[in-house]
């Protein structure tokens, strides 16, 4: 929970005021992660600096896009709930690495206010796809990348 809790922190200090609020992500959400073999450290020098949540497809908020459609049509894997330590490079590029060693295909959503994600994803050679709304109807920018 301290890396959620510093991740959230760095998504305010850039301007990433929605997205992360003091109830999400939840302890029990990270545990559920965690119980179901769905969440993964980077760690530096032994220690962690960083934790994603990475989850076999298909994540029922994906199944209606709005403004746009995924890239195909296949089997895929979610990214959800990076979070970093401050002050750490290369996270994204480290995390994308071993996800894409993983499965070749690969989907993740972020708020509109989110630029240093939005960014990442760029840079890392993810489409924009279009729009999908959460179980709650918040609405998020939803991309896809796909190596196979």
Not at 97 to 110: A, L, Q, V, Y
Request: hydrophobic letters at 35%; glycine letters at 8%; proline letters at 4%.
């Amino acid at each position: 929970m301290h890396l959620i809790d510093s991740g959230r922190k760095i998504m305010v200090a850039s301007g990433n005021m929605h997205q992360w609020d003091d109830n999400h992500p939840s302890k029990i959400q990270i545990e559920n992660d965690i119980a179901n073999g769905d969440s993964y450290l980077l760690l530096e020098n032994g220690k962690p600096i960083a934790t994603w949540a990475f989850i076999r497809g298909p994540e029922p908020t994906y199944a209606i896009i709005y403004n746009g459609k995924w890239l195909n049509p296949r089997a895929y894997h979610v990214i959800h709930r990076v979070a970093s330590l401050p002050g750490c490079h290369g996270v994204m590029r480290d995390l994308l690495e071993w996800c894409f060693s993983m499965d070749g295909n690969i989907r993740i959503d972020t708020h509109r206010d989110n630029a240093v994600m939005r960014h990442c994803l760029a840079k890392y050679g993810f489409t924009y796809c279009g729009i999908i709304h959460l179980q709650n109807g918040d609405e998020r920018l939803a991309y896809q990348k796909t190596s196979k």
